[in-house]
């Protein structure tokens, strides 16, 4: 086995009100759909603090450590909740992420799937909000470039919302390329193309609502591959949104199953040809269950395959 599966129940106490779209069910149906797959499974890590302090200030850590409530939940923004077990899923899913740039950077795994919540790409520097508390995207980044050594990484992100949290912790990053596809308009409203990063090293691909696979492959053949092939990243880290699905109650675009597959594929058959296969992949959005869990198998199974 050449794939790696990181997840931690710790992952399922992290509980949000009911109607909530980020919701347990959404975590359990991905473990669920993964059964069976020939992956290694590995139990996530709690974060280490100087791991979260690569990229939030001890401040903000402060802030989500006072806010956790005894019981019961607390509210941190329109949509971002804490419960009692809220910190501690959110220090497992970026331990699984720095634990998965260790096994894949030391040969150990080809790649790796950190199935993880709460997810991570909305955090920024010091701000929770849709869902996320910490940045587990830019994280693994950052571990990878200042623990590890890499040189260059790069992070594709295609979750349906844009990943604004991962952008303003990457802004002045020149040794990380970042590229997000997502649906505009929506929210969180950013992800324009002129948001180019403080080095050039951002690239934005605004999608139109109801649009579906031609449009995407369409931006990523044209635009994404050609820059990240110019980069030449030595690690591609992928936040794996999967609300871009046309069942998924979020947003507008329509994504098919196979949509996943194909971008899945073609990001591992780059990660060959330009960094020795090397991918992290982290869990983001995915609100539809039966969507979710169908794609997050489809993009699995394209790991595995790129790892045999």
């Not at 149906?29 to 709690?46: D, F, I, Q, Y």
């Not at 200030?57 to 409530?69: E, F, G, K, M």
């Not at 979750?159 to 990457?170: A, C, E, P, R, S």
Request: with cysteine; proline share 6%; hydrophobic share 45%.
């Amino acid at each position: 086995m050449t794939t790696a599966l990181i997840t931690h129940a710790d992952c399922l106490n992290h509980v949000t009100p009911d109607g909530h779209p980020e919701r347990v069910a959404r975590l359990e149906h991905v473990l669920h759909a993964l059964e069976g797959l020939a992956l290694k499974r590995v139990t996530a890590p709690m974060a280490a603090e100087d791991d979260i302090l690569r990229i939030h200030p001890a401040s903000y850590l402060a802030d989500l450590r006072n806010a956790v409530p005894q019981d019961g939940r607390v509210q941190l923004d329109a949509d971002t909740y804490m419960s009692p077990g809220s910190l501690d899923a959110a220090f497992r899913a970026a331990g699984a992420v720095v634990r998965a740039v260790d096994m894949v950077l030391s040969g150990e795994m080809q790649n790796a799937f950190a199935a993880v919540r709460p997810p991570g790409h909305h955090a920024e520097t010091d701000t929770a909000m849709g869902f996320c508390l910490f940045g587990n995207a830019a994280l693994a980044a950052k571990h990878a470039l200042d623990h590890h050594g890499l040189a260059r990484v790069a992070v594709v992100d295609f979750d349906v919302h844009h990943g604004n949290g991962t952008q303003d912790l990457l802004w002045d990053e020149p040794r990380a390329l970042f590229i997000s596809s997502q649906q505009m308009p929506l929210w969180p409203g950013s992800g324009r193309p002129e948001e180019d990063g403080a080095h050039g090293q951002i690239l934005n691909l605004p999608l139109p609502p109801g649009s579906g696979g031609v449009q995407m492959k369409a931006a990523y053949v044209d635009q994404a591959f050609p820059r990240l092939r110019a980069f030449k990243p030595e690690l591609i880290i992928i936040s794996a949104g999967f609300d871009a699905h046309q069942d998924d109650p979020l947003a507008e675009l329509a994504w098919s199953t196979e949509d996943f597959r194909w971008l899945s594929r073609e990001l591992c058959s780059l990660a060959q040809e330009l960094c020795g296969g090397r991918i992290v992949s982290t869990l983001e959005g995915g609100y539809d269950l039966n969507a979710l869990a169908a794609s997050a198998k489809a993009h699995a199974e394209e790991l595995i395959e790129a790892g045999t």
